[in-house]
């Protein structure tokens, strides 16, 4: 009989001490699909070379990666139930939020959004585009950016006139045609943009500012904890990857998976990728004010009530 539990005590023994191992790997069993929604700008890449270098299938995860060329597809695509998560901002989550949609901020993107004068226009500052029409998505990161620039350079939005274009790759055709004297676009068309003859005037990283964010539903937080995990884990992978390879080795890639146009190839600017991180209260505190201040939200919303930041590794 001692000999019987001797055996049984050195069984669990075993079991425990395999249960000990190294806590970052990915948990065994089936995982549940994550559908994540992007936009045609640098913030999806990291997205992009984690399904292609089989980071995401490394974790045991599958993701389906939906394309959108406008914020407000994109949106009502994760509030109809068909994303899990998106590619998003700041802004996007406090209106999420306002109509009674639960969503979190679970990291900061990396995006860069740049106010781009057309080939046609003379003006080098802000204040040379007074009164002229400038392209923007409203209510959008877009929009909010462009207001930024105007404070910086004292203006206020009476003193242009906005030109409201949701969908991004129209927004860069009508500013590369001469039919707008500016607008605002993320990378990487705003590099398009400059590479077909437009200047910059001023940029979110110049302002340092970064509204840029990933988004997911409150429902998915906490029903996908273990997926969310294993996806920031190829997440990162992607950014070492993008960090430390040539541009060369990737960019025919982004052309055929991004949704980015040819032209990118030889024009496309992309940031210093940073691991995933948290916003800043900064941030978001800016965002919200400039909501309630154009009478956008009703409520004032703290980094508490925007963000969960339980998936940021310290």
């Not at 340092?208 to 294993?230: D, Q, R, W």
């Not at 800043?280 to 309630?292: M, Y």
Request: proline share 5%; hydrophobic share 40%.
């Amino acid at each position: 009989m001692k000999k019987i539990m001797a055996v049984i005590l050195m069984g669990m023994m075993i079991m425990m001490l395999g249960g000990c191992g190294n806590s970052s790997a990915p948990k065994t069993g089936k995982l549940q699909e994550l559908t994540i929604g992007t936009m045609p700008d640098v913030d999806s890449i990291p997205f992009i070379i984690a399904q292609e270098k089989g980071y995401f299938a490394q974790e045991g995860l599958t993701v389906q990666i939906k394309p959108f060329k406008s914020a407000m597809d994109r949106d009502s695509a994760l509030q109809s139930g068909n994303l899990d998560g998106a590619i998003s901002d700041m802004l996007a989550v406090a209106f999420a939020k306002e109509g009674g949609f639960n969503v979190k901020i679970t990291s900061l993107t990396n995006g860069s959004y740049k106010l781009i004068a057309s080939p046609n226009e003379k003006a080098e500052t802000m204040a040379d585009l007074a009164g002229k029409d400038i392209a923007v998505s409203k209510n959008t990161i877009i929009e909010y950016v462009t207001d930024k620039i105007l404070v910086e350079n004292k203006m206020n939005e009476e003193q242009i006139n906005k030109v409201v274009i949701p969908q991004i790759p129209t927004r860069l055709e009508m500013l590369s045609n001469g039919k707008l004297a500016a607008a605002t676009l993320p990378e990487p068309m705003a590099s398009i943009a400059m590479k077909n003859g437009g200047k910059l005037i001023n940029s979110s990283d110049k302002l340092g500012i970064n509204p840029g964010v990933l988004m997911f539903t409150t429902k998915s937080v906490h029903e996908k904890k273990a997926e969310l995990e294993a996806m920031y884990r190829a997440y990162n992978k992607a950014i070492d990857y993008l960090n430390n390879e040539p541009k060369e080795k990737y960019i025919d890639l982004l052309i055929e998976k991004g949704g980015f146009p040819p032209s990118v190839k030889d024009s496309l600017v992309l940031p210093t990728y940073k691991k995933a991180n948290k916003p800043t209260e900064t941030d978001i505190d800016s965002c919200i004010a400039w909501l309630k201040g154009k009478n956008l939200i009703k409520q004032m919303y703290s980094y508490q009530d925007l963000v969960d930041d339980t998936f940021i590794q310290d």
